[in-house]
Every structure is written in structure tokens, then in C-alpha cells.
């Protein structure tokens, strides 16, 4: 997110803070987690200053800020794992081809989350822009609804308690966090693309051995 939109974001979160409270931290937690740009290294350390360490709270005020951040984290989880479960693996099975992605590659998916599906997601929790994507995947593979669940609150529990506790901990200077964590947002997304533009080539390198041996 450019610095500039940022701090009118910053400004629309103060507002939805001072009006809601912890609910607005659920609210703005979900919207994050359906992968509308809204950095949670904003959300949860500003929440830690704002509605924690400003209004005189403890370590008990930054756990329920992580409950609740948790919380809607896990609501725009399920969102986004119910359109990988009920819109795309039917429509993977159907015109995945045309992408590459085989009945084969699916039932690969399916075998690799059923043995890493918890690890992948607990720790996908953990980190920036890949959080919001690990859900889609998990819901076309058919990962077990109860794991996905309790690993999802889990990861982002933690991610939002250590973030809340930051904000908590820096004050009205909570901002040095995000300064400090922004330069991995660029690097991040270029690892997912260039992981993307890999598995392409490759598919397509398969595709084209396929085509020749037939001929």
C-alpha cells in the first residue's frame, strides 16, 4: 500500500476504533483477511495503543485484542476457504486444463494438505499477504473443516497477540513496527509471483513434452 493511501487509512482506522471498539478490530480483520489491501501491521499494533495501552490497560487488554483480531481473521478465513471449496475445485475439475492443473495435480493437493495442511496453515498465518491466500488452496484440496478451523484461530492468535503487543508495548510510536516490517511486503509478493510464474513454466513444459510424445 503507497505511504500516502496508508495514512488515510490510518485515519479511517482511528475512526472505526473510536466508534466501535473491539468489534472494529473484527470488522477490519475480516476485510483483511479476504485479501483487500489492508495491512494487519497496521490494525493490531494501532489497536494495541489505541484500545489498549491508551486507555490505561494491561496484558490482559492486548490478549482480548487478539482474541477478537483472531476472530475475524478466522471469519474472512472460512469466507475464502468456502469459495476454494465450493466454487473452485469444481471449477478446477472442470476447466482446469486449460490452466495446466490436471485431475492428478488436484488429487496431489489433496494428499499434500491432508499430511502439511496444519502446519501450512498455522504458520501461513504468520505472515504477510500469504495469510490471506493459504485459505483458497486449503479449500480446494478439501482440507478437514474442524483442522482448518483450529489451526487458522491458532496462527492468527498468535500473529495478532505478538502484533498487539508491539503496539502496546511502543506507544503512541507504534508506527516504527510498520515502518520496519514494510520493506518485506514488496519481497513477499515477488516470491509469490515468481513461485506462480514458476509453476507455469512448468506445467506448460509438461504440457509440451505431452503434446510431443504423442505425435
Not at 137 to 154: E, I
Not at 156 to 179: D, H, K, M, S, V
Request: glycine content about 10%.
Amino acid at each position: 500500500m503507497p505511504v500516502g493511501l496508508e495514512y488515510q487509512f490510518l485515519a479511517w482506522v482511528q475512526s472505526i476504533y473510536s466508534s466501535m471498539g473491539l468489534l472494529g478490530v473484527i470488522l477490519l480483520m475480516v476485510i483483511e483477511c479476504v485479501f483487500v489491501p489492508l495491512p494487519s501491521e497496521v490494525i493490531m499494533p494501532l489497536g494495541g495503543w489505541m484500545l489498549v495501552e491508551a486507555q490505561g490497560g494491561n496484558i490482559w487488554g492486548v490478549l482480548a485484542l487478539a482474541l477478537f483480531g483472531a476472530l475475524g481473521s478466522l471469519i474472512g478465513s472460512l469466507f475464502i476457504y468456502l469459495l476454494g471449496l465450493k466454487g473452485g475445485r469444481p471449477l478446477l475439475e472442470r476447466y482446469g486444463h486449460y490452466l495446466f492443473i490436471s485431475a492428478k495435480d488436484l488429487e496431489s493437493t489433496d494428499r499434500w494438505f491432508a499430511k502439511h495442511g496444519e502446519l501450512a496453515i498455522c504458520a501461513g498465518r504468520m505472515l504477510p499477504v500469504f495469510r490471506s491466500l493459504i485459505s483458497f488452496p486449503a479449500g480446494v484440496a478439501r482440507m478437514n473443516l474442524v483442522k482448518f478451523t483450529l489451526y487458522s484461530y491458532l496462527g492468527a492468535f498468535i500473529y495478532c497477540f505478538a502484533l498487539a503487543y508491539c503496539g502496546y508495548l511502543l506507544g503512541e510510536n507504534w508506527e516504527t513496527l510498520r515502518n520496519g516490517m514494510r520493506p518485506f511486503d514488496i519481497p513477499i509478493a515477488v516470491g509469490i509471483i515468481a513461485l506462480l510464474s514458476w509453476y507455469v513454466w512448468r506445467r506448460v513444459r509438461a504440457y509440451r513434452r505431452a503434446t510431443r510424445s504423442t505425435q
